[in-house]
């Protein structure tokens, strides 16, 4: 079978492609969290407002082998960090940012994942997840209508594997147990599908395909006009993609 993944589902699958990997034709991880290393001082970052440094590759369509020439040079390094810097000097998060992030960070820890706060929203859970849907402008209003409704009963419901996240995952949606390391030794062919805005950093599935290139068949995409949800920003790019990558099975 070919196995896609979103997101934590992507996750799910490289551990279920590592543990059954005669069951898998081909994996496809779509955004996938929990990759890469979390950078030193990404907890610090984060309660004091801002997100993580990260470091850059310019962007491409896929990934070959002309990537070992893409390494960031330590003055490229050096210059970014100096610039963002400067940059979160100009742009220093109020006291209240900085406050509900080291809340948000805190109920993390505990296992309060996001569908907790639209439980305990009572009459305004639909209005909260109204809101976020609404950022998807590019639905229809019949598109943006039954997402809500689907988001919405599925979050208010007890809590299953939810309860897992916070075992799974730090704050910042880094691994406890990154898959960088453990995904060098996936012996099925791996694509990699992100947004071209996606928050989830990009290099991390290029780090993975600099470890298997040569061993197994790799690709990774970066689909335009879209961030982490590709496959409802973007969705004709994205199909285009799968299905380019479901063919080449046969």
Not at 39 to 63: K, M, N, T, V, Y
Request: proline share 7%; hydrophobic share 40%; charged share 20%.
């Amino acid at each position: 079978m070919t196995l896609c993944g979103h997101s934590f589902g992507g996750y799910m699958s490289a551990l279920y492609a590592l543990k059954y990997p005669e069951r898998v034709e081909k994996l496809v991880l779509v955004s996938p969290i929990g990759i890469p290393e979390a950078p030193p001082d990404f907890e610090d970052r984060l309660r004091q407002g801002h997100g993580p440094a990260r470091r850059r590759i310019p962007p491409s369509s896929s990934c070959t082998p002309e990537y070992e020439s893409a390494e960031i040079t330590d003055a490229a390094i050096k210059a970014e960090e100096a610039s963002e810097a400067a940059a979160n000097k100009l742009n220093e998060p109020s006291r209240a940012r900085k406050l509900m992030i080291g809340m948000a960070m805190n109920l993390w820890e505990r296992n309060f994942a996001p569908q907790w706060v639209v439980r305990t929203a009572g009459p305004l859970s639909r209005r909260l997840i109204d809101w976020y849907i609404g950022r998807f402008e590019w639905l229809s209003e019949t598109q943006r209508t039954a997402l809500s409704a689907y988001a919405h009963q599925i979050s208010v419901l007890p809590g299953s594997s939810e309860s897992a996240l916070g075992d799974i995952l730090r704050p910042g949606a880094f691994a406890r147990r990154p898959l960088i390391d453990r995904l060098g030794s996936i012996t099925v062919p791996t694509v990699f599908m992100y947004g071209a805005n996606d928050w989830v950093d990009f290099t991390g599935g290029e780090q993975v395909i600099r470890r298997i290139a040569g061993r197994v068949s790799t690709n990774l995409y970066r689909i335009s006009q879209a961030g982490h949800n590709l496959h409802l920003e973007n969705p004709a790019e994205f199909n285009n993609a799968l299905a380019a990558e479901m063919r080449a099975i046969s």
